[in-house]
């Protein structure tokens, strides 16, 4: 069992930065795969960034890519997304999440076994 809690959303302007952060409970968080999912109003869940259990593998939405920056701290059970840049089409609520894993899929939701409550980032025009 792995239990998520994200931090560090809140209110910029378009241009701005947010750095979120997600903490692990438990010891086992180094067997797992991280995501970040994002979920504006009226609209599905979208994948944003995944990063590997040793953090040598990478991968981001196109919509992202150059802009956000995954990275994870295994000693600190945390996992972070660096938001640069950014737009008001950024507006939603993140999720971070733990990969199955046995999975090798990355940026499908039903691939991730654990979710946090979610942290709202909105970026005004």
């Known amino acids: 069992q792995v239990q998520l809690v994200e931090s560090g959303g809140g209110l910029v302007q378009a241009g701005g930065s947010l750095r979120l952060s997600c903490a692990a409970s438990?010891?086992?968080?180094?067997?797992?795969?991280m995501g970040w999912f994002r979920q504006a109003p009226g609209k599905e869940r979208e994948f944003v960034a995944a990063?590997?259990?040793?953090?040598?593998?990478?991968y981001y939405a196109d919509s992202v890519k150059g802009r956000f920056t995954i990275s994870r701290d295994n000693a600190k059970n945390t996992v972070y997304l660096q938001m640069n840049s950014l737009k008001p089409e950024d507006t939603a609520l993140y999720y971070c999440?733990?990969?199955?894993?046995?999975?090798?899929?990355?940026?499908?939701?039903?691939?991730?076994?654990?979710w946090g409550q979610g942290t709202q980032v909105t970026v005004s025009s």
């Open positions: 438990g010891r086992t968080f180094r067997i797992y795969a």
């Open positions: 990063i590997s259990r040793n953090g040598f593998s990478i």
């Open positions: 999440a733990a990969q199955n894993p046995s999975s090798r899929t990355y940026a499908t939701a039903d691939q991730y076994d654990y």
